[in-house]
């Protein structure tokens, strides 16, 4: 006959097996973003195209490589990847309380569109937090919560990070624990003549 207590022995050893076998990731490349003192620090024209940033931190682009972010997809929402693909340059302006961006194709101005600090983004720890906190998952029983920040690398590049962090149960059956953090760099570049 079993003891209540090597019962529950048993079962927090059950319980720990079971959450160690889960499937458990971890960021690699988390590189810290340098700290924003005002928000004109972000003046200035950036490639709308995002560099993926390697395990070491440091931006890499590799031949054939699909890269899968554009500056523009977090500024207007609903563009198709074709309008994306020919958005070359965004440059950025930066006002007391907002960021007014300016999209160009061949240095010709095709899409505008303001921020307002409270509104689409708030400052936190230096850079701008366009998170989403926690969300409802659909094949997950348990917690997902997903932030989207915007900052500055050492190099003056503008740097978007991805922070997914997810623990719970996948169709009810399989535990999972994950922490996924992603980060891409969009080059500063000269501004265009014209722009």
Known sequence: MMTKGRYIRNLLLLISVTLLSACISFPKNSEK??????????????????????????????EGMEPTIYLSRFIWEGLQDYEEFWLKTIKLQTTYDGIFFTGFIENEEKLTASWHINNEFIIRDGRLSLSRGFVFPGVLAGLLWESEELGLDTADNLKFRFDQRASGLIYFLWPVMMWLVEDRVFEKINCPLSV
């Open 33 to 62: 973003f340098i700290t924003i003192q005002q928000l004109s620090s972000l003046d200035g024209c950036y490639r709308n195209l995002g560099i993926p940033v390697d395990s070491s931190g440091i931006p890499t682009y590799k």
